[in-house]
């Protein structure tokens, strides 16, 4: 099974400012295979970025994602309110599915 | 558009079976290229991953608990179930069902809205 970690746990950012979010997996995996999503409280997670760096409908370009190999990267460009909440990155390997362990972005 | 709704009962005792139905609509479980897949996630935790199928019947699984699953789909109903046996507090969770594409990038691109399961006596 293909661990995913995400870092930091908490982020504490100020609307405006950038958010760099990480998830690191135990082993490589293919950009097409990796993920992120966005979760709000009492709300089913939202695809953000599919194949690693691609946006899904709808997403605002101040999402981007990047990063290869075991090292991915979601970058917020700028913070709007509506962006507090907690993110999940996603891969498929060896036939399974995983997700990390999220980040809380929270207002500082 | 596609929406799925997950429906099922909210309690569960220790030991029994939980079952879940996903219901789809605006569009076909038989979809070329579409798996459908649950996913649960314990209250303040994150996201497990749990089986997917096709409309043919094929699936795929979390080994972790793949002796207790079991995944069927009713393309007469245009639905999906899970079945997880001999449930204990832990599986007290949030369960979603959702689609992914078996080719290409993936992931989960639809979801369902999430129905809480919890296991008490």
């Known amino acids: 099974e293909i661990v995913l970690t995400q870092s930091p746990g908490t982020l504490s950012l100020s609307p405006g400012e950038r958010a760099t979010l990480s998830c690191r997996a135990s082993?490589?995996?293919?950009?097409?295979?990796l993920a992120w999503y966005q979760q709000k409280p009492g709300q089913a997670p939202r695809l953000l970025i599919y194949g690693a760096s691609s946006r899904a409908t709808g997403i605002p370009d101040r999402f981007s994602g990047s990063g290869s190999g075991a090292d991915f990267t979601l970058t917020i460009s700028r913070l709007e309110p509506e962006d507090f909440a907690v993110y999940y990155c996603q891969q498929y390997g060896n036939s399974m599915y995983t997700f990390g362990q999220g980040t809380k972005l929270e207002i500082k | 558009q596609v929406q799925l709704q997950e429906s099922g009962p909210g309690l569960v005792k220790p030991s029994e079976t939980l079952s879940l139905t996903c219901t789809v609509s605006g569009g076909s479980v038989s979809s070329t290229g579409y798996y459908w897949a649950w996913i649960r996630q314990p209250p303040g935790k994150g996201l497990e991953w749990i089986e997917s199928?096709?409309?043919?019947?094929?699936?795929y699984y979390n080994p972790s608990l793949k002796s207790r699953v079991t995944i069927s789909v009713d393309t007469s109903k245009n639905r999906f179930s899970l079945k997880l046996s001999s449930v204990t507090a832990a599986d007290t969770a949030v369960y979603y069902c959702?689609?992914?594409?078996?080719?290409?990038?993936?992931?989960?691109?639809?979801w369902g809205r999430g129905t809480l399961v919890t296991v008490s006596s």
């Open positions: 959702a689609r992914h594409l078996n080719w290409g990038a993936r992931y989960f691109d639809l």
């Open positions: 199928i096709y409309h043919s019947g094929n699936t």
């Open positions: 082993q490589s995996v293919s950009s097409s295979y």
